[in-house]
């Protein structure tokens, strides 16, 4: 398993643990999706990665305005388009 596959799993792991909190993180969710979605590019699965980083930005943009920006950044970068 390579470094990408290894942060995927990692990163699902996270995510998972977040949402079963009670009242969930926002901030630590959006932070991984995020994560998530730049390990999915990495491995050319483009369209779960896109569906991740549209679920941050949705998560994060009222939030934290650093952690938004980085977010948008990788929207731009990737070429995702946010709904």
């Known amino acids: ?3 990408a596959e290894k942060a ?12 079963h909190k009670h009242g969930g993180d ?9 994560n998530l979605a730049v390990a ?5 699965k483009d369209k ?3 569906n ?8 994060i943009d009222s939030v934290d305005t650093a952690q938004a920006n ?8 990737y070429k995702v388009s946010v709904k």
């Open 70 to 77: 980085i977010i948008k950044k990788n929207i731009e970068n």
């Open 1 to 3: 398993m390579g470094k």
């Open 48 to 50: 779960e990665a896109a």
């Open 8 to 19: 995927v799993a990692a990163y699902r792991k996270a995510l998972s643990a977040k949402r």
């Open 26 to 34: 926002y901030k630590g969710i959006a932070i991984d999706l995020n």
């Open 40 to 44: 999915l590019f990495a491995l050319k």
């Open 52 to 59: 991740y980083l549209q679920q941050a930005y949705k998560k």
